[in-house]
C-alpha cells in the first residue's frame, strides 16, 4: 500500500515588504540581498494572522474535497505557537469542524516540526488505512527590526492530507536521521523573536544536508542521479542552493542541469513569500510541483532541517495525474495578491505584532471576507 500526500493547502498573508526597499532602508547592496540571499520580497503578518489562523486558512484551501469523517489524526508542528499548553491542532481542529474522535496535538523541533507530523501521519496510515491525517505547519519568522536576519523573515502555511493510494507524492519507505544539540538557532520563552548565530546555522546546516544524504544514499543503494529534484528546507534560497551545489558536484552533466533546473522551480514561491519555518520545505515542493514537469514516478529528494538540531532525508514519488490535485491558479493569486509595505509601515507592524493585544479589545483584520483571522482575545480566551 503507498501512503503518502494526497492534497496541499497554502496561505500566506496578505503584505509583504520588497527585498530592495528593505537593502535601501538599511544601507546594503540590493544585490547582497536579491543574489547573496537570494531573496525579492517577503510576507509579514500582522496582529491578526497567526500559526493558527494561517493553520485554518491553509487546509481551508481543500477541505471541502476530503472526506472530513475519515480524518483520524490532525497535527500542527510550529514555532510560533500561542499557547504554551493548549495546542494549536485544538483552535484549528474547531475551526475545521473535525471530528470529536480525532486525534489532535501540536509538535516541536524547529523547522523540523512537520517532517515530524509528516511521518507520525505516515506511519498512522499505515496502521489504519481508512484514515486520513491532517499535517499543517505554520509560522512566522521573526528576527527583529535591523537585525541580520531580517532579510530572512516571512510568513504563511502549508497544510496537507496524508493518506492511502495518495494522489500527489507518495512517501518511501525509510529515512536517514541526524540530531545534535546545539546552539545555532533558538527562541528562549521570554522573547518574541529568535535567537541565531548566522554564520554557524549555515555551516551546521550544510554539514547536517551532507551526513544526511550521504548516509540516506548508502543505505538505500539510491544515486543522486535517480533524483528527479532534490528538495530543501529553505530558510532563505542561497541556503539550498549552497546545499544542491555540494550533491551536484562531480554528476553528469545531464544530472547537473536537471537538479539544477528544478531546485530553481522548487525556489520560486519561497523566494517571494520567505521563511516559514516548519513549512518552508513544503512550500518548496508546492513550488516544484506547480512550476516544473515532473514526470509519473519520479523520485523526489526531501531535507528537512530544524535548528537545534535535527535533519532528515528522505523521499518519495511523483503520482500520475497529480497535477489534477493542485491549485496552481488559487497559489499564484494568494502570492500577487499581497499588498506592499513601506518599510516604516512594516516596521510599525513588526513590533505592534510583538506586542500582546490588550483583552477584550476586538482586533480587525484587513483581509478578504471569508478568511479567518484572530480578532483578539475575550476573558482571555482567543477568538
Ligand atoms: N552582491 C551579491 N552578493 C553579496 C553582496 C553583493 N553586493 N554582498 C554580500 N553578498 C553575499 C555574501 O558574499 C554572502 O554570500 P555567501 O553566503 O555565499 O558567502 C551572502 O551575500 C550573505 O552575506 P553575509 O553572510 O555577509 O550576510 P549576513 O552576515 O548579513 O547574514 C545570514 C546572512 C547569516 C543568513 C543572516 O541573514 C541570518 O542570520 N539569517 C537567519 C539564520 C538562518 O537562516 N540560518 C540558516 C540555517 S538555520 C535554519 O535553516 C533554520 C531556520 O529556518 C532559521
Redesign the pocket.
Known sequence: MQVGIDQIGFYTPNKYVDMVDLAHARN??P??F????GQNKMSVADQTQDAVSMGINATLRYLDQIARERVGLLIVGTESSVDQSKSASLFIKSALALPANVRTFEVKE??FGMTAGIMIARDYVRLHPHHSAIVIGSDI?R?GVNT?????QGAGSISMLIKADPQILAINNGHSSHSEDIN??WRPNDSAV?V?D??Y??N??LDFFKQTFTAYRKQTGIKTSDFTALLY?L??V??GF?ANEWAITAQDEKTKKHLTENFTAAARYGKEVG?I?TA?LYLSLLSLLENAKLPANAKIGLFS???GAMGEFYSGQIVKGYEKNLHTNADQKMIARRQKLTIPEYEKIFNQALESPQDNLELQSDEQTGTWYFAGTKNRIRQ
Open positions: 546594503e547592496d544585490n547582497k536579491l543574489i547573496g540571499i524547529a523547522c519568522a528576527y541580520g536576519g531580517e532579510v530572512t545555532d538557532f529568535a541565531v548566522g554564520k546555522s549555515k551546521v546546516y528546507h530558510p532563505f542561497k541556503m549552497k521563511n519555518y518552508s532541517y530544524g535548528s
